[in-house]
């Protein structure tokens, strides 16, 4: 079946390089020693064992390239070489076909250059393939016998060009079915050899990355943070009071600093106005322990679904507020730890500039405030949820308490401080760089070796730059997890008092029955 391939060297070779167009870059040398190589090749491996003769000349049926591969005076004839079929079984072919170019291979790896050999190894590969897969179609190689000499250095340049000949010998020779482009994504599993996917079936894909090393989603998500750690910087938040604590705001009367003077003004004045608004509403002296509140009765105005849905609701949001308002406190004092062991740093300390406009004062009031916003808005919440009426008033009353302690972050819902005002990453940056130094250098504050990211597990470093606001907050916070819960659970006819009109209602009521009783005591 494989009778009608052409005898001579530079036929065969161009032969089953026909379906790419890297060979018209290549030497006269490099094709004569390539052909050579691949026919001695081909008669080592006893397929041939005598010369045939040359093959038929055809009418060409379809021109795919028209390579000009004009070499010289190298006695090599043109021709139209046809590749009758191979048989009517296609795996027995595609088996057959690649035995034979593995056993080509082999001889002409020892016989020509290297390169020349893996781009002939390539081709060979895919024109086998290509001729296997319609074996009615006939290729048309045309040589011309004289090349230019401006023709000839173009070529010597062009074969320079290792990476483009490597480039263009990636991809797959045009199929009819499908039209695909030279720039197109190129099949890999084919391309090393291997079964190409079946109808419907998707190529293996390797993702790597930490899913490489993972064995579940935890293992994951630790090692992509500390990818991330290792190679960005652990960016410090802001807030209102450390931007003017830095001396960051390069006019004072603007209207971002009114505004900014506003956002402090209402969370010194709204948390207390909101407590003492409370501890007057409510009415203490019917009060009791027990879980009648919580009672479920079927039909019924005070005691039905709405009133123990907003009972289990509000345990929920107590819980979740009062955790939320401990993290945000120890955030703030990790905070506020590395700004002030910033501050302390040599680096700092060498550039009188970073220190001049420092004001410890704001920095001192944004860590109180921040301690007494958090502590004030989680007995808001309880004080709400207590004289709330439904499910509703809860969640709303738990979203506005929210906003009120979140108001002096930066970006924020007012917008008068953004991200532009306070780059984080770049004062994380030049946080790790100046601490490091200062925590190499002194062994007593850091006898362990951590790095100023674990700045908060160093007890020296914690103990000579932390405040005190924070050691009395965060176990507070921590205590309010657990006896604001319990008390909304387990604290009985803590309602609001009646209004007015509702006290005066209650009077008539209370006079009608005593005429009532007046009435029939002188009937009797």
């Excluded at 499908?178 to 109808?199: A, F």
């Excluded at 949001?317 to 955030?331: C, Q, R």
């Excluded at 700092?348 to 704001?362: A, E, R, S, T």
Aim: proline share 5%; charged share 25%.
């Amino acid at each position: 079946m494989y009778e009608d391939l052409p005898s001579d060297p530079f036929s065969l070779f161009r032969c089953l390089t026909a379906t790419q167009a890297w060979t018209v870059a290549c030497t006269e040398a490099q094709v004569a020693e390539a052909g050579e190589a691949l026919m001695k090749a081909w008669q080592t491996t006893g397929l041939r064992e005598e010369p045939l003769e040359a093959p038929e000349i055809i009418k060409p049926q379809r021109r795919d390239l028209d390579v000009g591969g004009g070499f010289g005076d190298t006695g090599f004839a043109q021709d139209d070489t046809k590749w009758d079929e191979l048989s009517d079984d296609d795996e027995s072919d595609e088996e057959a076909i690649l035995g034979i170019s593995s056993k080509i291979w082999d001889p002409a790896m020892k016989s020509c250059g290297a390169a020349v050999a893996c781009k002939l190894q390539i081709h060979l590969h895919r024109t086998l393939f290509v001729h296997m897969k319609d074996d009615t179609e006939s290729i048309d190689v045309e040589c011309q016998a004289k090349q230019t000499e401006p023709e000839r250095e173009s070529a010597n340049r062009d074969n320079n060009d290792s990476a483009q000949l490597m480039s263009e010998a990636q991809h797959m020779a045009p199929n009819d079915d499908e039209k695909q482009l030279l720039d197109s994504p190129r099949d890999i599993s084919v391309e090393e050899g291997g079964d190409p996917p079946e109808d419907g079936e998707e190529p293996a894909e390797e993702i790597g990355g930490t899913f490489e090393y993972a064995d579940n989603f935890r293992e994951m998500m630790m090692y992509s943070a500390e990818d991330k750690k290792a190679d960005t910087f652990v960016p410090i938040a802001g807030n209102t009071y450390r931007f003017w604590g830095l001396g960051i705001p390069e006019h004072r009367f603007t209207t971002q600093n009114f505004g900014v003077l506003s956002i402090l003004l209402v969370q010194v004045l709204s948390p207390p106005a909101c407590i003492i608004y409370n501890l007057y509403k409510l009415d203490w002296e019917g009060w009791h322990f027990g879980l009648s509140d919580w009672y479920y009765i079927p039909n019924s105005d005070e005691h039905g679904v709405s009133n123990l849905s907003k009972h289990i609701v509000a345990t929920a949001f107590l819980i979740m507020f009062t955790l939320n308002g401990a993290m945000v406190v120890d955030n703030e004092r990790i905070a506020s730890l590395k700004i002030t062991a910033l501050l302390d740093a040599p680096a700092i300390k060498h550039k009188p500039g970073f220190l001049k406009d420092v004001n410890l004062f704001w920095l001192n009031v944004g860590r109180v405030l921040n301690c007494v916003v958090v502590i004030e808005c989680c007995l808001i919440v309880y004080f709400a949820f207590v004289l709330s009426e439904n499910p509703m008033d809860v969640v709303f009353n738990a979203l506005a308490v929210t906003f009120l302690y979140n108001l002096d972050d930066i970006g924020g819902e007012t917008g008068f401080l953004t991200e532009d005002d306070w780059d984080g990453d770049e004062l994380g940056k030049i946080y790790y760089h100046a601490v490091d130094a200062l925590m190499t250098d002194n062994e007593q504050l850091n006898p362990d070796g951590y790095t100023p990211d674990e700045i908060n597990s160093c007890n020296q470093m914690r103990d000579k730059y932390g405040s005190w606001t924070y050691r009395i907050a965060e176990p507070l916070c921590y205590l309010l997890v657990i006896l604001l819960p319990m008390a909304y659970i387990f604290i009985d006819e803590l309602k609001c008092k009646p209004s007015h009109l509702k006290l005066a209602v209650m009077e008539l009521q209370k006079e009608v029955a005593a005429l009532k009783g007046g009435g029939a005591a002188l009937v009797l």
